[in-house]
């Protein structure tokens, strides 16, 4: 799970934000070790290792948060707001990230207000006003609903 609000140790460096996760989930420190150093090269994170969460800027931030998360090996992840708070080169990483953790067998949760950054990474989407689903389909079909466009996109919005 990665939440909307910052959630990296802030005192930490970006090492131990992910060796702490490492550390209930390997049966010893090799295989996490293993594991870490695989997601530092994965997410281009490598040359900011020592660094502490407290000067990562929001792109650095939000990688170093997901690579946390799949210390865990997980099969499904849930992103709330993954674009919230990055730049715009910032938004393409995530958006690639989450590409290659779909090509993983990884399932890919995301809950964000960010239209065109989400749908152009989501194989299906659901759009919901009031408690009540008011649409659901691919990109395309997001895009295309009259309802969607009356409630949420509006009659202007552009691909």
Same mark, same amino acid.
């Given at each position: 799970?990665?939440?909307?609000?910052?959630?990296?140790?802030?005192?930490? &460096? @970006?090492? !131990?934000?992910?060796?702490?996760?490492? !550390?209930?989930?390997?049966?010893?420190?090799?295989?996490?070790? !293993?594991?870490?150093? &695989?997601?530092?090269?994965?997410?281009?994170?490598?040359?900011?290792?020592? %660094?502490?969460?407290?000067?990562? &800027?929001?792109?650095?931030?939000? %990688? @170093?948060?997901?690579?946390?998360?799949?210390?865990?090996?997980?099969?499904?992840?849930?992103?709330?707001?993954?674009?919230?708070? +990055? /730049?715009?080169?910032?938004?393409? /990483?995530?958006?690639? #990230?989450?590409? $290659?953790?779909?090509?993983?067998?990884?399932? @890919?949760?995301?809950? /964000?207000?960010? +239209?065109?950054?989400?749908?152009?990474?989501?194989?299906?989407?659901? =759009?919901?006003? $009031?408690?009540?689903?008011?649409? &659901?389909?691919?990109?395309?079909? #997001?895009?295309?609903?009259?309802? =969607? %466009?009356?409630?949420?996109?509006?009659?202007?919005?552009?691909?």
């Amino acid at each position: 799970y990665l939440p909307q609000e910052s959630s990296i140790f802030k005192e930490l &460096s @970006v090492e !131990e934000n992910l060796a702490l996760a490492g !550390e209930s989930t390997f049966k010893n420190s090799k295989e996490s070790e !293993e594991k870490m150093e &695989s997601l530092l090269d994965a997410f281009n994170i490598q040359a900011i290792r020592e %660094r502490k969460g407290m000067s990562l &800027s929001g792109g650095e931030r939000r %990688r @170093v948060e997901i690579a946390r998360a799949l210390m865990k090996n997980p099969k499904f992840v849930l992103l709330d707001e993954p674009f919230a708070g +990055v /730049d715009p080169i910032a938004v393409i /990483d995530i958006q690639k #990230i989450i590409e $290659s953790l779909i090509g993983l067998n990884i399932g @890919v949760l995301i809950t /964000d207000h960010n +239209v065109r950054e989400t749908l152009s990474v989501c194989h299906r989407a659901y =759009v919901i006003k $009031s408690g009540t689903l008011l649409a &659901s389909g691919n990109a395309n079909e #997001i895009y295309e609903n009259a309802l =969607v %466009r009356k409630y949420y996109l509006g009659e202007n919005f552009k691909v």
